[in-house]
């Protein structure tokens, strides 16, 4: 097992090493002057001089690439160039935001798309497997900024339960701030015993987890039933049912248990790909996480903030993918 970890750990490294080379690249390929924007649209001559001596743009390029690798060695992002603060900094402010959508959206992705991957697989070509499938393939179709903005319209506009957007509403920040320990507002409100702004926050929360978890349902149901009507036509799972084992039995102690693999993988996967891919959701309920902080690096064209948040999801990528190695090496047949 050890040696399996430290061989994905070296694959990740190769991983995240071509990540660097494609990043960096592109950022040369780009029509763009980070020097000017780094001094501001009125820069004279000399400014822009001294800024491209500063940001190291008068080296060649091999040069910059091994400055650019070594400080990634050293946990060293580089300097974003429309906040001029580091970007592992700046990373650190709104990554945990962005992570307590992340888990919410993730959890309600399961907690729907296991159950109706499971009832679609056991009553197979009978109306509730397409019912099943109609509701998977229509979460997986719907844009997530249409599904963003008819939730508000239903859930605000019309019942006015919930509220439209931010993550607590000024009232409650006035009332009962909450002191920033982790950047999560779930846990800080937790450490602080602030119920008042747990249970405000949850509100918030709420839509835009439901827009999240709206791709993973659909992902989760279709792999699981694929993967539990592939394991329910294996040999020993029609001994157990020849038997006469209870079919709650055979199904959830036997045939689920090995069923589960694939749709775990797919599920850390789709908590990958969320990470910079909630751009729009965050754009919508103007919610202050990492999507929205990439996506005014791209406006801006913030290259070190770009290339940081890419190594950043490549390397939440490997990671992922090992604990989920990890988890499926539970399964003797994966060991072996």
């Known amino acids: 097992m050890w040696a399996f970890i430290v061989r994905r750990l070296m694959l990740g490294l190769l991983v995240l090493l071509g990540v660097s080379i494609v990043t960096f690249c592109l950022s040369f390929l780009i029509p763009a002057d980070p ?14 001089a001294r800024a491209r001596k500063e940001l190291g743009l008068d080296q060649p390029w091999y040069t910059l690439y091994w400055r650019y690798l070594s400080s990634l060695a050293r946990g060293d992002l580089g300097v974003s160039i429309r906040t001029h603060q580091p970007v592992l900094e700046d990373i650190k402010v709104y990554l945990p935001a962005t992570l307590d959508l992340i888990v919410v959206g993730m959890f309600l992705g399961a907690a729907l798309g296991l159950p109706l991957g499971i009832v679609a697989a056991l009553k197979k070509d009978r109306w509730p497997d397409h019912l099943c499938r109609i509701l998977a393939v229509s979460t997986v179709s719907l844009p997530t900024f249409w599904l963003a903005m008819v939730l508000q319209l239903v859930f605000f506009r019309w019942l006015g ?35 008042a702004a747990f249970w405000d926050y949850l509100r918030h929360l709420l839509l835009p987890s439901i827009t999240l978890a709206a791709y993973p349902v659909g992902l989760v149901a279709r792999q699981m039933r694929s993967s539990l009507l592939e394991v329910m036509n294996e040999q020993y799972i029609r001994v157990a049912w020849a038997y ?48 929205n902080y990439t996506a005014q690096a791209v406006i801006s064209a913030d290259f070190p903030a770009i290339m940081g948040v890419t190594i950043v999801v490549a390397a939440a990528y490997v990671l992922l993918n090992l604990a989920v190695d990890l988890l499926l090496a539970i399964d003797p047949r994966v060991r072996l």
């Open 35 to 48: 020097a000017a924007k780094w001094v501001g649209p009125r820069a004279t001559p000399e400014q822009l």
């Open 244 to 291: 006469g084992l209870p079919d709650r039995v055979v199904v959830y102690l036997y045939a689920l248990k090995n069923a589960y693999g694939p749709t775990l993988t797919v599920l850390a996967l789709s908590a990958g790909y969320s990470l910079v891919n909630t751009f729009l959701i965050e754009a919508v309920f103007n919610w202050p996480g990492l999507g």
């Open 161 to 195: 339960i919930l509220p439209l957007g931010g993550r607590l509403s000024p009232e409650v920040a006035l009332a009962a701030p909450v002191p920033v320990v982790t950047g999560s507002c779930l846990v800080d409100t937790l450490l602080a015993g602030n119920t």
